[in-house]
Each structure stands twice: as C-alpha cells, then as structure tokens.
C-alpha cells in the first residue's frame, strides 16, 4: 500500500516549493532557443490581438460620424474606409492566428521532448536505487510518479507557461492602449488590480497545500490498486474484498476530499475575478460616457477602451483559472524531483582489487557475517562458512532462518552490518557491484517474465546467444518439448503477467534463462518448488549437469533434492547451527534429521 498514510487533519504543504520550481527551470532552460521562439510568437500574437480593438473603435468613430454627418444633411457613411479598416483588422486577426498555431505546434514539442527526457531519466533511476528502497515504498506509488506525476507535470507545463507569457505580453499590451486613450480611465481600471492581486493570493495559499495532498494520495490509491490486482486470487481465495473495499474507500475518501477541496477553492478565483471585472466595467462606461460627452475622447475610443479592460482583466482571471495547473505542476513535480534524488546504490568498489571477477574459480568464504534489513532487527547473527570451488552447497532450514537473504548478500543486493564475505580470498566489497553480479546465474522461487516471445524471454541470460543456443538450453532445462506443444512455439508471445503458461512453465523457462546464462557461480532459490515430482527429476539431473564444476548454492525446503549436496548448511534465527554432507547429518541426528523426517514421516 502506498507509505504516505494519515488522517486528513492538518495538510501538509509542499516542501520545497521554491526548490522543485528551480529544477524544473533547469529541464526548460535546456530548450532556451525554442522557448525564446515561443515567447517571441506569443508575445506577437497578442500583440497583434491587441491592436484589434483600437483599429475597430477607429471603424466605430467612423460609423458614428457618418451617421451624424447623414443627420446634419452634410454626407454620409464613408463605407470604403470601413472595409479598409475591416481588412486591417482581418489581416491582424489572421497574423495572430497563425503566430499562436507555431507557437503551439513548438512548445508542444519542447513539452514532450521534457516529459521523455524525464521518464527515461526515471527508468534509470529505478535501476540505480538500492532493494531497501522498494522494501520501503509501493510499486504502485513508483508507477503514479512515471505515469500520473510526470503527465500532470508535462500538461501543466503546456498550458501555463504560453499562458503566462500570453497574459503578460496582454497586461503590458493593453495599458499601453489604455494610456493610449484616456489615463484617467485607465487609472480607474488599474485601481482593480490590488482587489484582484489580494484574491489570487489568498486562494492559490490556500489550495496548494490541498493539491500536494491530492498527489500523494492519488499515488496511495494506485499502489492499492496495482497490488490489489496483483493479488486479486490470493483477495477472493480468504474473501477478503470487504476489507480491501473498505481500506480502498478510505484512502479513496482522502483523495476525495483534498481534491475537492483543492478544486473548489482555487475554483473560487473566477467568480471573484468575473464580479472584480464588472465593477471595472461599470465604471469606465460612467466615466467614459463623461470625457465623451466633454470631448475628450471619440464614441469609438469607449468601445476600444471597454474591450481592452475585458482584456486587461482576462490575464487576471486566466492566472486564477491557471493557478490549480500551476499548484498540481509543482506538487507533480515536487514528487518526481523527489524521487529522482533518492540516494542511490553505490555500484562502485571504494577500494578496487586489481583481480578480475573473470578468474575467480569460485571459493567462498563467509566470516562472521552480521546483517539486519532493519539496524535494530539483526536477521543473521556472526554467520560463518567456507565454501570451496565446484562445491554444491545445500542451505535449508525453517521459513524465516534467512536463507533467502544470505544469497541476496551474495549477490550484493544488500550491504553487510559486519563481517565479510570473499571470493578467492579477495572481499567482494572490493569489486563493483555489477561485477559480482554478472558472475552469478540466478533462478528465484518468484519467476519473473516479460512481455515478449519465449524465445526472447529464455536469450535474456545471454542477449548474444543464437536460437540454437537458445533451444538447447531449453532443452537442457526440458522445457523444448512443453514449448513446442504452444501455439508459436518458440516465437509465441507471452502477455504481461505470462498467464498464457503454468507456473511450472515459466519456472522451467526460467531455468532455461539460466542455463543458457552459463556463469561460473549459481544461485538456485527453491528452483523446482512450482513443478511436479516427475518434472523435478528430470529438472535436477539438468541442474545437477549444470552445476558440475561450478559453485553452486541451493536453496530447498524439498531435503530430497539436496541429498547429493557437498555440503549442507542448517541454518535457524540467522545462525548455521549444523553443516555437513547428508549423511553426516542424519548420523547426527540433530536439528537437519529432525527437519528431514518430518518431510517423511507421513510417508
């Protein structure tokens, strides 16, 4: 479930605001050249938008005059200069037309182009961050900050940053027109500007604290939703979609309320701006009506002035109708530059040994060895063994004794609290981390497939392998014949959560992946716990050619597998409390026999 839990009570506000609002300046500052374009057209189009009204008062004086000429007997309507104005005005129209569609056609552009950069920089990110991290945090948490945070964050950018140029270039704009016509009118207009700044601010105060709230329990909400889905079997099997409703609708009620909330007060803007812009209407037409009257300014200039004080008002209003994009920009983006600086797994050795992980023969050693997902909760407790080259090494013991996490050490998924562990006498600390992985193939309990064909899914333990390599090791790991009974065969394609195959067949694909892998050290953890007892045999004596001349950790709760180890290390609360060969052990009769004929005493 998603990890940002709580009671709606106090919302808490962004917390770096300024901070997430300068690195997504750094992102845009990339596409300078193309946002200079951008503000360049948007400036040009309102420009030329502007200067609308003020030609069209010019056709409105002229209409008034000549209908006053026509009254006074002395002429009439000089329709010609109308349709010349009506053309300007046009040709105008049109220009501005045209600026804003390339404007928009290349800030579109430069919005994708971030949003890519930012999701490729977030797929890398996830390979870079250490196992705790996801120990700590939903997968569907992850996936709303690729997914939703990024699209609100690009959207917001598309339609605030043109508009913010528009309504600049539009306030610049208009005052000058305005003082073009009448100061006195225009100090009138400008006197809405503290009412109309005051209102803004107090609302976009208000509701931001409400937007990052909206994020944070949106992206609870897809991490219920991703796992609940994910384990949507293992809900119905113990009936249990009350309690998961019932969880989901609570979290759903707080995204519920923090968006209401979020939306109906910055939805407050506009009333206020509209009620703002009608005072400012009433009186510029009172006052209007009065110069005119007085001569001092034409009929038509009334007109202009009326619809550059709609005009200067819009920036104003569109600031307020844009202040929730803007407040949903920055909590997007917020959580994004969040994650994006997460520390990351150091991949590199501090000190490097001058070894290379390529001739390493495989002895390992493990000395007192001391680990604890959490520093207070210690799993394995000064774990100490000594494993020589080509050895099969069995680890068993009951749920929980930490076998599973010994291998995870292994493989450096995990730093030690204490101790060491070697490969030929040289400390794994002292090779990078990608090295001492691409040293060992790995089969998990958990299989784990992709989207694709079988035959791309088996040649990911060795991208360069040629399909006949590919065949024979699912041959290897007897797999070809079940692969060659599905519709493709080898070229089927396996849908996202490979549920067109068995457990069982994606397990023995998986040790297909393996085999084909060919590394000198291999981990297997519970290999062939989703196959049959028949398809266990003939799988073990693959593994058992597999691992011949190799290092070789297994991990079984099946003792039977593991009867031919070189050794077997009894593991119980995180300590080896037994090690010998299967024989040794049951002549012992300790805590291994007593494991041993519990499996069999039923038998």
């Given amino acids: 479930m998603g990890r940002h839990g709580g009671g709606m009570g106090p919302v808490e506000k962004a917390k770096d605001f300024k901070g997430s609002f300068q690195k997504l300046l750094q992102y845009i500052s990339e596409y300078h050249i193309a946002l200079i374009l951008v503000a360049l057209l948007t400036a040009g189009s309102t420009i030329f938008n502007i200067i609308g009204p003020k030609v069209l008062g010019k056709a409105t004086t002229e209409i008034f005059n000549g209908l006053m000429r026509k009254v006074q007997g002395i002429g009439g309507i000089d329709f010609d200069k109308i349709r010349t104005i009506l053309l300007i005005i046009l040709g105008l129209y049109l220009v501005s037309m045209a600026m804003a569609y390339i404007q928009g056609f290349v800030m579109a552009g430069v919005v994708q182009k971030i949003s890519f950069q930012m999701r490729n920089e977030i797929a890398a990110k996830i390979n870079r961050l250490p196992m705790n991290y996801f120990d700590r945090v939903s997968n569907g948490d992850v996936l709303s900050r690729i997914t939703n945070d990024v699209d609100t964050l690009t959207q917001g950018l598309n339609q605030s940053v043109t508009q913010l140029i528009s309504s600049a270039a539009t306030l610049i704009g208009v005052l000058v027109m305005m003082l073009s016509i009448s100061p006195m009118m225009t100090l009138v207009a400008l006197m809405l500007l503290p009412v109309s700044g005051i209102g803004i601010m107090t609302i976009v105060k208000r509701s931001q604290s409400y937007f990052v709230s909206q994020q944070n329990y949106l992206g609870e909400v897809n991490g219920q939703i991703e796992e609940n889905f994910g384990g949507h079997n293992v809900v119905k099997l113990f009936t249990r979609e009350e309690a998961v409703l019932k969880h989901f609708e609570e979290t759903n009620e707080k995204l519920y309320e923090s968006a209401w909330k979020s939306q109906f007060i910055s939805g407050m803007a506009h009333p206020i701006m509209v009620f703002v812009g009608n005072l400012g209407y009433v009186a510029v037409v009172i006052l209007g009506g009065f110069l005119s009257i007085r001569g001092v300014i034409e009929v038509g200039d009334i007109q202009s002035f009326i619809q550059y004080v709609r005009q200067f008002t819009q920036p104003i209003q569109q600031v307020a109708q844009i202040s929730n994009m803007l407040q949903s920009t920055m909590a997007a983006a917020e959580r994004v530059f969040e994650f994006l600086e997460e520390p990351e797994e150091q991949m590199r050795a501090v000190r490097h040994t001058d070894r290379r992980i390529d001739d390493i023969r495989g002895n390992i050693s493990f000395s007192h060895v001391c680990f604890g997902y959490q520093p207070d909760r210690i799993i394995l407790k000064d774990f100490s063994a000594e494993v020589k080259e080509g050895q099969k090494i069995a680890i068993v013991g009951p749920t929980g004794a930490g076998k599973t996490t010994l291998v995870k050490l292994l493989m450096r998924f995990y730093d030690l609290n ?72 080898y070229q089927m394609e396996l849908n996202e959560e490979a549920t067109n195959v068995s457990q069982g067949q994606k397990q023995l694909l998986t040790i297909a992946r393996a085999i084909l892998a060919d590394k000198k050290l291999l981990i297997l953890d519970e290999a062939t716990s989703s196959v049959d007892t028949r398809t266990e045999v003939r799988i073990q004596k693959a593994m058992d050619h597999l691992m011949q001349g190799r290092t070789s950790f297994v991990i079984a709760h099946r003792l039977s597998t593991i009867r031919d180890a070189d050794r077997i290390l009894v593991m119980r609360d995180g300590d080896i409390v037994e090690q010998g060969n299967h024989e040794e052990l049951l002549k012992r009769n300790g805590f291994y026999a007593e494991l041993y004929r519990s499996q069999f005493e039923e038998l």
């Fill in 418 to 489: 204490s101790g060491s562990i070697c490969m030929d006498g040289v400390n794994v600390e002292e090779f990078d981390k990608q090295e001492v992985r691409e040293a060992f193939g790995m089969v998990l309990q958990d299989t784990w497939l992709f989207k694709g064909t079988i035959m791309e899914n088996i040649r990911y333990g060795r991208l360069d392998a040629t399909d006949e390599e590919v065949i024979e090791a699912a041959k290897a790991a007897h797999a070809h014949h079940f692969i060659k009974t599905l519709p493709g065969g």
